[in-house]
């Protein structure tokens, strides 16, 4: 399908192929007729595409403080790839549309195959030909309705909510400052509730179409008797709202507002503008100063918008969907007609010229995108760069493909080829940033198809990078005969599932961690990997750290028990960071706790086989848990603890490691160098480039399938990890030690060395003197 991206570093525009995205449970799929350009967002975002990089900086004061945070914590190298990743990547444009639900999610009773709908939604109703939009975020499009007019329901639903938070009634009279689209359709939406109309804006034409619109009067901004003129139509009482939908870096929109504004009246902002004004006229009147924040309540909440969880409507009486639905009904009933705005209706093809008018200034006050009613769904679309660059540097011939089971198509044991062919699932901001340059720095890597669910991460990924094909469905890539190996980097409720079906595809697998979120998801994984016979690595990256492997064989051969401390000033999350739902991402504690309960057994040589853990501030039943202190007893009777805290300063380093035992003692210093101390003497290790093992681990697994070696991590071993890291998530609420595999213990003396099969082969490996120690690390 065609899609109309931006690189945000350049600014450049494209009408790019993108693979046709997923119909995802809880929503439709749908073929687009018409979408919306906002004007004055879009070409906000065009001209900030197109500034330059300081420029761009000084736009952004904020994602500059994280840049200088990130070169403290991670180093310049690292920071300065990640920062071009992000920069390089290609983001969607718009977020209103109409179209025909062309497939129906599971979960979805509302909609049906051939139902007209409008959509809304930055990054969901773009500018494509086809979108996947979930289940509150579309309205169905009354009979008799254009889809034309339906493209205008979101930029309508925000207009709308701004004239609820205005609270007016009948005969209330209106200033609406801007007359940008929400500002011409607040005056239709105003007049249709009974109020009288005042249109402001510096543009002459945009005054016209305000009259076309029935605003009552309508003065230039740069006209001197403005405030006079207004003062008359009301009677010199003062207008009862200022509906502000101007877009402005100045105080002039909310300054006007103060002087025309009635005592004790109402001041709403819709639109971006730069909240300072006069305190003195403000304060004299004793006005009201609304916000409104786009369509209405839901919006931001990732409960409502991605997981389709309505508020009830004894509560919530209008949210972002019924305003997007009531929009619609007030066009059907012809209060409201988007066509007075007289919108000018192109083709995509000209997306480009389109947008070079925007940045010009030369724009009507509605542009529609038209979308051809015979556009094709493409889940995969070929990169014609692939075949040269989609290859690390050195790699042989190209094999054919082949089938089969993992042991049968491993590169090297039969003399094919060195070369490993490799698929990844997941392009967010890691794989791009991290695993794919690990990827590459590994050599002799083919880098064959990557796969996204919206499909765009993916075509940005692999249009950057060289893969061979993009695609939106992982199908594509199990059953693609000339991928060895996937790379599964997608949301964390994913990865046992996907990293099960891609070994009983065949294929080798590097999944994220972590690898699992109940011991349900371990089991499956489990099972598949034992069918399958192929590898299954976790990306428990840090125990593949030079470092850690420097700290680990200082102790090596142990003695004695160890005593291993890692301290993670972990930071805090936004509350609806998907990290903190529990169904998709697990709580920090299982999602990022668990590369540090590997470490520690890494570094100690043993598994784990109880765990204590305690809250910051006291037990809780639920809720994220970002503060809490652990303590893990490991089977030879070395003690793990881990101090993980998002409540501290983030200029403090990130993570510390500490280990105690055998007359000797060593520190890691947030992963830019070691120091081992013994024999009363002081030794540093420093790292070079980044320390926390992501391209070691990365080598490692392409190692391991080129030879027909074994995991390097074992999966004794990361299943240990997961486990223990489970019971941490189970101790947290159930107040006391809890076995790793097993239940709550009353006596921890009586805890012994229980636990699942598997952790017996983790003991047995602990005795023998080879736990922890990759094949190739």
Not at 11 to 28: E, F, I, K, S, Y
Not at 171 to 198: F, H, M, T, Y
Not at 302 to 328: C, H, M, Q, S
């Amino acid at each position: 399908m065609k899609q109309i991206v931006q690189n945000y570093n350049s600014g450049a525009l494209q009408l790019a192929d993108v693979p046709v995205p997923l119909c995802r449970p809880g929503g439709v799929l749908v073929r687009a007729a018409y979408s919306l350009v906002s004007a004055g967002t879009e070409r906000m975002k065009v001209d900030q595409a197109r500034m330059s990089l300081l420029a761009k900086a000084r736009a952004r004061p904020d994602q500059v403080r994280q840049v200088l945070q990130s070169v403290r914590q991670n180093g310049v190298v690292d920071t300065y790839r990640k920062v071009r990743e992000r920069l390089d990547a290609l983001t969607p444009l718009g977020y209103s549309l109409a179209g025909v639900v062309e497939e129906v999610g599971a979960g979805i009773d509302e909609f049906r195959v051939g139902d007209r709908v409008a959509c809304a939604g930055e990054g969901i109703a773009c500018h494509a030909e086809f979108v996947t939009v979930p289940r509150n975020l579309c309205a169905k499009v009354p009979d008799g309705v254009d889809l034309k007019d339906a493209a205008f329901g979101t930029v309508g639903a925000i207009a709308l909510h701004g004239v609820r938070q205005a609270g007016v009634t009948i005969g209330d009279s209106v200033l609406v400052i801007g007359l940008g689209l929400v500002g011409l359709l607040a005056v239709q939406i105003l007049k249709a509730a009974g109020c009288r109309v005042i249109g402001v804006d510096l543009d002459a034409h945009k005054l016209d179409l305000a009259r076309a619109c029935g605003a009552d009067l309508v003065l230039n901004r740069m006209e001197p008797a403005l405030v006079e003129n207004v003062q008359e139509f009301t009677g010199h009482a003062g207008v009862d709202v200022a509906y502000v939908a101007a877009g402005a870096n100045s105080a002039d929109p909310l300054d006007l507002a103060g002087q025309v504004t009635r005592d004790r009246g109402r001041v709403v902002i819709v639109g971006q503008v730069r909240v300072a004004a006069d305190w003195r006229a403000y304060y004299q009147k004793e006005l009201s100063v609304v916000m409104s924040r786009s369509y209405g309540p839901g919006r931001y909440d990732p409960t409502y918008e991605r997981k389709g969880i309505d508020y009830p409507v004894g509560y919530v009486r209008w949210t972002l969907r019924r305003n997007l639905a009531e929009f619609l009904r007030l066009v059907a009933t012809g209060a409201v007609r988007p066509a007075r705005l007289s919108p000018a209706v192109y083709p995509l093809a000209e997306a480009e010229a389109v947008y070079e008018g925007l940045h010009n200034g030369r724009h009507a006050a509605g542009l529609l995108f038209e979308y051809p009613p015979d556009a094709a769904r493409t889940p995969r679309v070929e990169l014609p760069h692939g075949k040269t660059n989609g290859r690390s540097r050195g790699a042989g011939p190209e094999p054919a493909g082949r089938g089969g089971s993992p042991a049968s198509r491993v590169p090297g044991t039969n003399g094919v080829s060195r070369t490993v062919r490799v698929g990844l699932i997941g392009a967010g901001n890691f794989a791009t940033g991290t695993l794919i340059p690990a990827l590459k720095a590994a050599g002799d890597v083919r880098l064959r198809g990557v796969c996204s669910a919206g499909g765009l991460s993916a075509t940005s990924a692999g249009q950057r990078h060289g893969f061979e094909y993009v695609a939106s469905d992982y199908r594509e890539l199990l059953a693609d005969h000339d991928i060895d190996a996937v790379v599964i980097a997608t949301r964390h409720d994913t990865h046992a599932r996907f990293a099960a079906e891609a070994l009983r595809a065949g294929k080798h697998v590097f999944v994220e961690k972590p690898l699992a979120l109940t011991p349900e998801q371990l089991d499956e994984v489990v099972n598949a990997q034992q069918a399958s016979g192929g590898i299954l690595m976790v990306g428990f990256n840090r125990r593949f750290s030079p470092l850690s492997v420097a700290v680990r064989d200082f102790f090596t051969p142990h003695t004695g028990p160890l005593a291993v401390v890692c301290r993670v000033n972990a930071g805090p999350l936004k509350a609806d960071s998907w990290y903190q739902d529990a169904e998709e991402g697990g709580w920090r504690i299982v999602s990022e706790g668990c590369h540090f309960v590997d470490l520690i057994q890494f570094l100690a040589g043993s598994p784990p086989v109880q765990v204590s853990a305690e809250m910051l501030g006291g037990a809780t039943t639920g809720g994220p848990h970002d503060n809490c202190v652990v303590t893990l007893r490991l089977a030879d009777g070395s003690l793990g603890t881990l101090v993980y805290l998002a409540n501290g300063d983030p200029a403090f380093d990130k993570e510390r490691i500490e280990v105690f035992g055998q007359g000797r003692a060593a520190a890691i210093e947030n992963w830019h160098c070691a120091r081992v101390f013994g024999g009363g003497r002081a030794r540093k290790i420093k790292a070079r480039g980044s320390g926390k093992g992501h391209r070691h681990e990365m080598a490692a697994f392409v190692d391991a399938i080129r030879t027909g070696g074994p995991s390097p991590l074992p999966l004794e071993q990361a299943v240990a990890a997961t486990l223990a890291t489970l019971a941490i998530q189970a101790a947290l609420t159930a107040g006391g030690p809890v076995l790793v595999g097993g239940s709550s213990v009353t006596d921890p003396h009586d805890a012994g060395l229980g636990g699942p099969a598997l952790l017996g082969e983790c003991g047995r490996l602990a005795g023998d003197g080879e736990y922890g120690r990759p094949a190739r690390a």
